[in-house]
T-cell receptor
Framework: DTAVSQTPKYLVTQMGNDKSIKCEQN?????MYWYKQDSKKFLKIMFS???????INETVPNRFSPKSPDKAHLNLHINSLELGDSAVYFC?????????????FGNGTRLTVT | EDQVTQSPEALRLQEGESSSLNCSYT??????LFWYRQDPGKGPEFLFT???AGEEKEKERLKATLTKKESFLHITAPKPEDSATYLC???????????FGAGTTVTVRA
């Protein structure tokens, strides 16, 4: 029944490692996103794909690379993890990118870099 | 740059004690203003979209209103299950990105 699912829910790793977070949506949406929520609770967009095409690419380090194999999946790969990467990462989806298309979020992946 | 400021940061209410949350925004042309609810350990859940000043939307004990500079989320006779963080976000005409506020954490005591 889960609409937007992310794995893993928790990720604890050491500095310098490479890790991936996976996201899948079964809502039939054509647009997917990665958001980062920091300790102050601000949600900031990182990337967005529309029909597998990258349409939003915020100023994030090159160590972050999204990949969308199809409209239902959007993964996030992070190279050479740093302490400052610790945060909660949310995947979201929507049908289109207009204001009448609200975002549906997953339950987040809490990344802790030690 | 688009800005969204929410106040207060935290709100503690007694069950049945109505109150309002504020979302002040600065945006170069508003495409839409969104309200979301976020429970601990969960992703934000969509509540409302408002498009133009004067618009109002209701859902159970929640009512959202919009002016040219701010939006209010009114909680009428809240129950403990209304406890959550309420997030406001704006989308400008000239961009697809949402700018989120930091949220208001509401705690309703029985």
């Amino acid at each position: 029944d889960t609409a937007v699912s992310q794995t893993p829910k928790y990720l604890v790793t050491q500095m310098g490692n490479d890790k991936s977070i996976k996201c899948e949506q079964n809502l039939g949406h054509d647009t997917m996103y990665w958001y980062k929520q920091d300790s102050k609770k601000f949600l900031k967009i990182m990337f967005s794909y529309n029909n597998k095409e990258l349409i939003i690419n915020e100023t994030v380090p090159n160590r972050f690379s999204p990949k969308s194999p199809d409209k239902a999946h959007l993964n996030l790969h992070i190279n050479s993890l740093e302490l400052g990467d610790s945060a909660v990462y949310f995947c979201a989806s929507s049908q289109g990118i207009q204001a009448n298309s609200p975002l549906h979020f997953g339950n987040g992946t809490r990344l802790t870099v030690t | 740059e688009d800005q969204v400021t929410q106040s207060p940061e935290a709100l503690r209410l007694q069950e049945g004690e109505s109150s309002s949350l504020n979302c002040s925004y600065t945006v170069s042309g508003l495409r839409g203003l969104f309200w979301y609810r976020q429970d601990p350990g969960k992703g934000p859940e969509f509540l409302f979209t408002l498009y133009s000043a004067g618009e109002e939307k209701e859902k159970e004990r929640l009512k959202a209103t919009l002016t040219k500079k701010e939006s209010f989320l009114h909680i009428t006779a809240p129950k403990p299950e209304d406890s959550a963080t309420y997030l406001c976000a704006v989308q400008p005409y000239n961009d697809y990105k949402l700018s989120f506020g930091a949220g208001t954490t509401v705690t309703v005591r029985a």
